[in-house]
C-alpha cells in the first residue's frame, strides 16, 4: 500500500492498518503474550526500540503516546498557541530518548488499560484528521507551525505507518517465540 496523500487514503490506510494490527494481536497466543520480546540474537535489529519494548503494553502505549503529540500539537496550534510536534526538550536528534521516557511512564499501565487508551486515542486522531479538507492536511505550507512537511504526513507517521511498525514487531516477536 502506498502511502497517503489524500485524506481518504489517510483515513483507509489507517484503518485498515488499524484493524491489522488487531487481527494480529488477536492471533497471538498465550505463549506468545506471555513471553518477553528479545530479539538480541538478531544483529540486523539495531534500532533501539528493539531492546526497548518488552511486551504488546510497550507498542500499545508507543502508540498512544505518539497519538497524543498528535493530538496536542495540533490543538494547540489550531488555537493559536505555539507548540512543537514533540515534547521539549526533545528534536529529531534525540526523540528516541523521548520513546524511552514514555516507556518508563508507563511500566505500571496494566496491558488492558493500554489497550483501552490506544483504541481510544486511534478514535480520536481519526475524528481529527476528518476535520480537515484534503488540501489542508495534503498541500505544503497551509499552517505555518507544520514546517516543510505535510500535516497529513504526521498523521500517516502517527497511525498507518506506526501500526506497520508494530505489525513487523510483533511478528518477528512470534517467529521468535516458535
Same mark, same amino acid.
Given at each position: 500500500?502506498?502511502?497517503?496523500?489524500?485524506?481518504?487514503?489517510?483515513?483507509?490506510?489507517?484503518?485498515?492498518?488499524?484493524?491489522?494490527?488487531?487481527?494480529?494481536?488477536?492471533?497471538?497466543? =498465550?505463549?506468545? $503474550?506471555?513471553?518477553? %520480546?528479545?530479539?538480541? *540474537?538478531?544483529?540486523?535489529?539495531?534500532?533501539?526500540?528493539?531492546?526497548?519494548?518488552?511486551?504488546?503494553?510497550?507498542?500499545?502505549?508507543? &502508540?498512544?503516546?505518539?497519538?497524543? &503529540?498528535? $493530538?496536542?500539537?495540533?490543538?494547540?496550534?489550531?488555537?493559536?498557541?505555539?507548540?512543537?510536534?514533540?515534547?521539549?526538550?526533545?528534536?529529531?536528534?534525540?526523540?528516541?530518548?523521548?520513546?524511552?521516557? %514514555?516507556?518508563?511512564?508507563?511500566?505500571?499501565?496494566?496491558? =488492558?488499560? *493500554?489497550?483501552?487508551?490506544?483504541?481510544?486515542?486511534?478514535?480520536?486522531?481519526?475524528? &481529527?484528521?476528518?476535520? +480537515?479538507?484534503?488540501?489542508?492536511?495534503?498541500?505544503?505550507?497551509? +499552517?505555518?507551525?507544520?514546517?516543510?512537511?505535510?500535516?497529513?504526513?504526521? +498523521?500517516?507517521?502517527?497511525?498507518?505507518?506506526?501500526?506497520?511498525? *508494530?505489525?513487523?514487531?510483533?511478528? *518477528?516477536?512470534?517467529?521468535?517465540?516458535?
Amino acid at each position: 500500500m502506498a502511502r497517503p496523500t489524500s485524506k481518504n487514503d489517510l483515513i483507509n490506510a489507517s484503518q485498515i492498518k488499524y484493524k491489522k494490527l488487531y487481527d494480529l494481536v488477536a492471533s497471538l497466543t =498465550e505463549k506468545e $503474550l506471555d513471553t518477553p %520480546f528479545d530479539f538480541s *540474537a538478531d544483529v540486523k535489529k539495531k534500532e533501539a526500540h528493539w531492546k526497548r519494548d518488552r511486551n504488546l503494553r510497550d507498542i500499545f502505549i508507543h &502508540l498512544y503516546e505518539w497519538h497524543q &503529540l498528535v $493530538l496536542n500539537w495540533v490543538s494547540a496550534n489550531m488555537k493559536g498557541e505555539q507548540k512543537p510536534f514533540l515534547i521539549p526538550p526533545y528534536n529529531w536528534k534525540t526523540y528516541g530518548e523521548m520513546n524511552v521516557e %514514555f516507556w518508563k511512564k508507563h511500566q505500571n499501565t496494566p496491558l =488492558e488499560e *493500554a489497550d483501552r487508551m490506544f483504541k481510544k486515542s486511534h478514535e480520536e486522531v481519526m475524528k &481529527l484528521a476528518e476535520t +480537515f479538507t484534503d488540501k489542508e492536511l495534503f498541500t505544503k505550507d497551509i +499552517f505555518p507551525w507544520v514546517g516543510g512537511s505535510t500535516l497529513g504526513s504526521y +498523521f500517516v507517521s502517527a497511525t498507518a505507518s506506526h501500526y506497520d511498525w *508494530a505489525m513487523k514487531k510483533l511478528k *518477528a516477536h512470534q517467529k521468535n517465540c516458535k
